[in-house]
């Protein structure tokens, strides 16, 4: 083992997730890991993977579990053990209600391909044209405002709006489940690096969640429509293959992981175009790089930074030898920056190609969503630049919300006239 992958220097942890600067500032500090210590043990216990090619490979790899019961629990921080008391009914609730994204085949196959023909491309694109109506009302009431805040005008009510359609949600529901997202959002993040507060807020939005679509669903059994918790109802009751708790967990996945990512996406993306005027007018001039420029904001942005996996067989990676029941933590924000990837990575091109980020993932848990976000992006953002051609930012700086795992803005503000 060389001491660029096991050590620290003496002045600081090698990876602090206490440190404000991985929200408001991540990447000196993804510099900074990759150069003295892309894989290495940090001092709560888990293991932390900076470079693309070594976060890739543990993406690629079946003996790397996205279950946290697999972690040895012995080796981790209080806060990413499983619950020690697997009798308690609250426990073995959230246990039974944890949503495909956390759990392994065959449970995570039979779970995902029930959805999956919900996001195909040609499903996606039929909703393209719904999009671009949505895009042109919220840019319309922005416009004749002309000072936005562009993140809850814009980036928030866009994929809310699709992902409620799609579901069957009703939209005017839309402010009762803000809340609770947001908590569930925030939630994501390990519990070390939350308050009880924040804990406490994450299991009542679950709870609050999980009653609003059992009502919702059970009204889909007595009258089911075009929509994907229709169908879904419509297979638990005929195919025995849903349980009552994965259809509740499963629902309440497709709505806040079909929105609260893409808000990321889509605020990330206007501002990286905002401080790269060149890069702007030629994602507003060029209809060619529509689809290239939404990629580069995954890569540039990464609104999903850092995802983790719990390993089931001793793993080598970068000349270190993980052990089974070990938990790394992918900085996948990180390796969107590396420059044995990317030339120039740090420079914001709207062109680049090959363009070969993470933005959402790899493998098997690869985002199911990916086509959908994608979508709304490159119509969101074509729309605003082309017809707020004078966008500029009202703010020197922006403020960023404390999550680790989800980077987004707090807010947006943005000044724009037709």
């Known amino acids: 083992m060389t001491s660029s992958t096991t050590e620290s220097t003496p002045d600081r942890p090698v990876f602090d997730p206490f440190d404000p600067l991985w929200a ?12 003295r210590a892309p894989v290495h043990r940090n001092d709560m216990g888990f293991w932390v993977v ?3 090619a070594d976060c890739l490979a543990v993406l690629r790899d079946r003996r790397a579990s996205s279950d946290s019961m697999n972690v040895d629990v012995d080796r981790m921080p209080e806060g990413i053990r499983r619950p020690a008391d697997a009798d308690d009914p609250m426990t073995a609730a959230l246990l039974e209600m944890r949503p495909f994204l956390f759990r392994d085949p065959p449970d995570h196959t039979r779970l995902r391909g029930l959805v999956s023909k919900a996001f195909t491309p040609k499903v996606v694109e039929s909703l393209r044209a719904r999009t671009q109506q949505v895009v042109d009302e ?3 009431a922005a416009m004749d405002a002309g000072d936005v805040d562009l993140v809850e005008q814009f980036a928030y009510p866009l994929p809310v709006r699709i992902i409620c359609d799609l579901l069957g949600v009703p939209v005017e529901d839309q402010d009762r489940f803000k809340v609770w997202s947001h908590a569930l959002a925030r939630g994501l993040d390990p519990d070390f690096l939350l308050t009880q507060e924040v804990i406490d807020a994450r299991v009542v939005s679950l709870g609050q969640f999980a009653q609003y679509f059992f009502e919702l669903l059970a009204e889909r059994r007595q009258s089911p429509g075009d929509d994907l918790l229709s169908r879904l109802v419509q297979v638990e009751d005929g195919g025995t293959v849903l349980s009552e708790a994965e259809l509740l967990s499963t629902s309440i996945l497709l709505l806040v992981a ?4 893409t808000v990321n996406l889509i605020a990330g993306g206007a501002l990286a175009l905002l401080r790269h005027p060149d890069q702007c007018e030629r994602f507003r001039t060029d209809p060619e790089v529509t689809r290239s420029g939404v990629e580069e904001m995954l890569r540039f942005v990464s609104p999903v930074q850092l995802t983790g996996r719990a390993l089931i067989e001793d793993f080598e990676l970068g000349g270190v030898r993980l052990e089974a029941g070990d938990f790394a933590m992918l900085l996948l ?3 969107n920056h590396d420059p044995d990837q990317f030339d120039d990575p740090e420079r914001f091109d709207v062109g680049r190609s090959p363009n070969n980020h993470l933005g959402f993932g790899f493998g098997i848990h690869h985002c199911l969503g990916a086509p959908l976000a994608r979508m709304e992006a490159q119509v969101a953002l074509t729309s605003l630049v082309r017809r707020a051609p004078d966008l500029a930012l009202a703010v020197d700086d922006v403020t960023y919300k404390t999550n680790v795992v989800l980077r987004g803005m707090e807010s947006l503000p943005v000044t724009m006239h037709g």
């Open 50 to 52: 900076a470079r693309h």
């Open 258 to 261: 079909g929105h609260e990512t």
């Open 138 to 140: 919220l840019l319309n």
């Open 333 to 335: 924000a990180s390796g």
């Open 24 to 35: 408001s500032d991540p990447l000196p500090l993804y510099a900074d890991l990759r150069q």
